[in-house]
Structure formats: C-alpha cells, structure tokens
C-alpha cells in the first residue's frame, strides 16, 4: 500500500494534487526521486516554478519545517532552482514551435 504525498512534512492536498498531473501517486515515489527530480516533473507537467515550493519539498523531504531553510543553505537551494528552471524551461525552438503549433501552423502528429 502506498502512503499518500501530503504525509510528507509540509504537503498538502494542493501538492499531492499536483504530483498526480505529473504521473506521481505516492510518498515513496517522491522520496526515491528526490527532491531535485520530483520538482522538475512537477514543472514539466505545467506546475509555475516558485522557489518557496521548492524549498519546502526539501525541508519536507528532511523532515524539517518549511521555515527551517535560512542563510547558505537557502543561497544554495536557490542556485538549484534557478539550475532546474533553467532545465524545464523550453528553449528558444521550442517556444517557437508550441507558438507555431497553437497558431495551426505546424501539423499535429497522430
């Protein structure tokens, strides 16, 4: 039996809620993808980056408070969200082509 999302520290329904659009149903999953990867599938599923989500799915993972995060270590988590941003973001092409795609211009594969 899987353990639900929101028994991690500082989860709700809301997150849970957002891991299940990612294809994610359970705390294991999160716990064994870690941190880093789970936020990434959460942003590719269309969950708006926010550095304070971020940072509290590691605490949370930690079992820590979701305030517990301050001053180098908060500097770093940064940097590592600013890094898998960078990463779930799509780059200039293909920008170009969901535009294109949305304008009908560019053939939907069957």
Known sequence: M???ISSIRNLGPATEAAFARAGIHSAEEVRAMGADAAYLA???AG???HFIG???LVMGLQGRPWNDCQGDEKKALRARFDALKAEA???PASR???ELDALGVI???S
């Open 89 to 91: 973001a799509p780059g």
């Open 54 to 56: 971020y940072y509290v």
């Open 107 to 109: 053939p939907r594969r």
């Open 2 to 4: 899987s353990t639900p």
């Open 42 to 44: 959460l942003m590719r």
């Open 47 to 49: 969950t708006q980056p």
């Open 96 to 98: 170009l082509d969901a």
